[in-house]
């Protein structure tokens, strides 16, 4: 049952591509959107569970947060790394690094690898709680296969491996379904991935996508997507219990 329902969030994550690149004429609008729902992920969705799973102290700071921060940090140094590295083979200043891209990419298909084992660990648990986990992996699926292929064109990657890396997160809630049935994940470890993996993707959000969504049409459409990004992620969670 659970590999049944990753075909549908595999679906979902096609779609959420599909629209990403359909609506390139309004670039700015894109980013706006995906800048709201990376942000909604992160602050309404990843880093509630990961403090409720990994919410042990470390010298007064939930391990949770600790992690969070160093997802920042880390994303942080790998896009500074590479970019002074692209400098120094002669790649102009602000050029965006299509490596970030494909790593930020590369990190969302784990997500959805680690959403498809969630899947089937609720589903071994019993038909309510899959159910409901279900309800959440397939609806922000959607924003999974948006923010993959936004962010893997933003940093001037070829349409064809952004299309790879969206095909590449669409199966990976059916892999991790499947592994579901051998592997069972500590409930710490999996919370202190996800603190580690919102702190990336908040980097990403604020420190990339929402300044380039304003850099050339700062218009009030483009920050009423960022809002309605964030909204669409609380009607999820809302409706998905949390």
């Known amino acids: 049952m659970a590999v049944v329902v990753a075909l549908g969030a595999f679906l979902m994550t096609l779609f959420g591509g599909w629209v990403a690149q359909r ?15 990376m942000l909604g992920v992160v602050g309404l969705d990843l880093l509630p569970e990961a403090l409720e799973a990994a919410g042990t102290e470390v010298f007064g700071v939930p391990e949770a947060l600790l992690l969070f921060v160093g997802g920042f940090l880390f994303a942080h140094v790998v896009e500074r790394l590479l970019a002074t590295r692209r400098a120094a ?15 930020a990419a590369g990190a969302m298909v784990l ?3 680690m959403d498809g084992i969630a899947l089937g660990a609720a589903f071994q648990v019993g038909g309510g709680m899959g159910a409901t986990v279900a309800l959440a992996v397939v609806t922000h699926d959607f924003a999974d296969g948006f923010n993959t292929y936004t962010l893997t064109s933003l940093y001037g990657n070829e349409r064809r491996k952004a299309l790879a890396m969206l095909f590449a997160d669409a199966l990976a809630p059916i892999a ?6 051998f592997l069972t994940l500590p409930e710490e470890l999996l919370g202190a991935y996800l ?23 700062p218009a009030r459409s ?6 309605a990004g964030v909204g669409f992620i609380w009607l999820v969670v809302g409706l998905s219990g949390g």
């Open 89 to 103: 083979h002669g790649a102009e200043a602000g050029e965006r690094t299509p490596q970030v891209g494909l790593v």
């Open 176 to 181: 991790g379904a499947a592994l579901a049935t």
């Open 23 to 37: 609506v390139t004429d309004r670039r700015h609008l894109v980013l706006g959107l995906a800048g709201g729902l």
């Open 195 to 217: 603190g580690f993996f919102g702190g990336a993707l908040l980097y990403l959000a604020a420190a990339e996508i929402l300044p380039e969504a304003h850099h050339e049409h």
């Open 222 to 227: 483009t920050l009423v997507c960022t809002v």
């Open 111 to 113: 997500h959805s690898l």
